[in-house]
């Protein structure tokens, strides 16, 4: 599996890594589509002839409570839990959990944030502060860093839900799958009458 640097496609196609496998971690609040966005990843490299092993937490998924995946590819896998500090890409979609988890990321590692603020549960807690320099402290964190606003770019498209599907186009951009594979799947995973607009939202974030 190839990972591209920065913005590769439509604009270039540098790899700056080969590898054999890739660990993924998938972060963000009830309600954006964590789980959905993990879903479809793992069952396009499913399809790509990819070993695939996936695990989640989402407690208080459906109440803006944290959410995360754990997607691992490769020839032979074998646990679903990405070993601490090993994550290859951090898909991020609230920018404070990225913050929250960019420990995790491995040296070299590619990290992918929606800046978007979605203040969670734990926040009534008074001795809570939302991170509101995330994306500064995020800069001297990960060696690499790609950050869109998801959000607002969904909303052009005429639907904010759309944003999870925006950012798996931007991740789709570092992968070396065939494009066919990712529209095969979002068509068929996201709800029923959405698939034309999530295919749109998909092609609007690897533009990005």
């Known amino acids: 599996m190839t990972l591209a640097t920065e913005n ?5 196609a540098a790899a700056v890594l080969q590898l054999k496998s890739m660990n993924i971690l998938i972060v963000g609040v009830g309600g954006q589509g964590v789980l959905l966005a993990s879903a479809i990843l793992s069952e396009v490299a499913l ?8 695990s989640e937490v989402h407690g208080m998924s459906q109440r803006g409570g944290v959410v995360s995946s754990h997607v691992r590819l490769g ?3 074998h646990s679903p839990v990405i070993p601490n500090g090993a994550a290859d890409v951090i898909l991020a979609f609230e920018k404070a959990e990225a913050l929250r988890w960019v420990h995790e990321l491995k040296a070299g590692g590619f990290l992918i944030v929606n ?9 009534v807690d008074p001795k809570y502060v939302y991170p509101d320099d995330a994306l500064e402290l995020l800069q001297g964190r990960a060696e690499r860093l790609r950050v869109l606003n998801a959000a607002a770019i969904a909303r052009k ?3 904010e839900r759309l944003a999870n599907t925006v950012l798996l186009g931007a991740l789709s951009t570092g992968l070396d799958i065939d494009l066919d594979l990712w529209r095969q799947v979002i068509s068929r995973r996201v709800p ?3 698939a034309e607009a999530n295919l749109k939202a998909f ?3 690897r533009n990005q």
Not at 8 to 12: I, Y
Not at 47 to 54: E, F, P, Q, S, T
Not at 115 to 123: E, H, S
């Open 75 to 77: 020839t032979v896998v």
């Open 157 to 159: 498209l005429g639907n």
């Open 192 to 194: 029923k009458g959405t």
């Open 203 to 205: 092609e609007a974030g």
């Open 115 to 123: 800046d978007q603020k979605l203040v969670p549960p734990i926040a």
């Open 8 to 12: 590769p496609a439509p604009r270039a």
């Open 47 to 54: 399809l790509a002839g990819y070993d695939v092993k996936k």
